[in-house]
């Protein structure tokens, strides 16, 4: 995991002490991550986030915004990134209010060059997760929506549960053409197995409520 972190990962360094950001860069290269460093929250938050798998090391107290006040913009924005904070003396209440906000890890400085790269690989781990899940599902929503109208019809109430002679009296169809539509579907889904079927719309479940495109909330409207 680790090797492939460092061929394609991003540190993104939040710090208005330039020694601080070169320290950090220097530390973070010599290990093959790749940096990018930022002055003020403000600039960062122009910027955006990188496209890649990444994390922040953020000073907590930082010019104009703070680094709670940019963990607080990014949560505003539905923007999922992992935080490591670094305060330049133990702050206990701010440390549990960027805990309990998200944060990876909150580091006092001076903290050991080891305990910084152990928190930063955590949050880089995290988040090659999160987007490698946002990846299939991304992919599994591209096939679904390459099915028919019918065949997502049939596919959904198969996950859901539903025998060939039900879905055939709620659609009006017969039970041949049920079994059809059924094979397409899964045939379009890549799914091995109905139990696969099934795993593949379950993840659309995590959508959101505002998502139109949920299979389970086409089912429900339906029904």
């Given at each position: 995991m680790k090797e492939n972190?460092?061929?394609?990962?991003?540190?993104?360094?939040?710090?208005?002490d330039a020694s601080c950001r070169t320290a950090l860069k220097e530390l973070f290269e010599s290990i093959g991550l790749k940096v990018k460093l930022y002055a003020s929250g403000s600039a960062f938050l122009e910027d955006g986030i990188p496209d890649t798998t990444s994390c922040l090391v953020i000073d907590v107290k930082l010019p104009e915004k703070s680094g709670l006040k940019v963990q607080e913009e990014l949560a505003k924005a539905a923007i999922q990134v992992p935080i490591v904070f670094v305060a330049a003396h133990g702050e206990i209440p701010v440390?549990?209010?960027?805990?309990?906000?998200?944060a990876v890890d909150f580091l006092t400085k001076p903290f050991r060059s080891q305990e910084?790269?152990?928190?930063?690989?955590?949050?880089?781990?995290?988040?090659?997760?999160?987007?490698?899940?946002?990846?299939?599902?991304?992919?599994?929503?591209?096939?679904?929506?390459?099915?028919?109208?019918?065949?997502?019809?049939?596919?959904v109430r198969v996950a859901a549960g539903k025998l060939n002679k039900q879905i055939?009296?709620?659609?009006?169809?017969?039970?041949?053409?049920?079994?059809?539509?059924?094979?397409?579907?899964?045939?379009k889904m890549q799914a091995k197995s109905?139990?696969?079927?099934?795993?593949m719309i379950?993840?659309?479940?995590?959508?959101?409520?505002q998502d139109r495109n949920n299979p389970r909330d086409q089912l429900n409207a339906a029904t």
């Open positions: 972190l460092t061929r394609e990962a991003i540190v993104v360094v939040i710090d208005d440390a549990v209010r960027a805990m309990k906000a998200g910084l790269l152990d928190a930063v690989y955590s949050a880089l781990e995290q988040d090659g997760l999160r987007r490698a899940a946002q990846q299939r599902r991304a992919t599994l929503r591209q096939r679904f929506e390459s099915l028919s109208t019918r065949e997502q019809e049939v596919a055939a009296a709620d659609l009006g169809l017969s039970e041949i053409m049920v079994k059809v539509h059924r094979a397409h579907a899964m045939q109905l139990a696969d079927l099934v795993r379950d993840l659309f479940d995590t959508a959101t409520a």
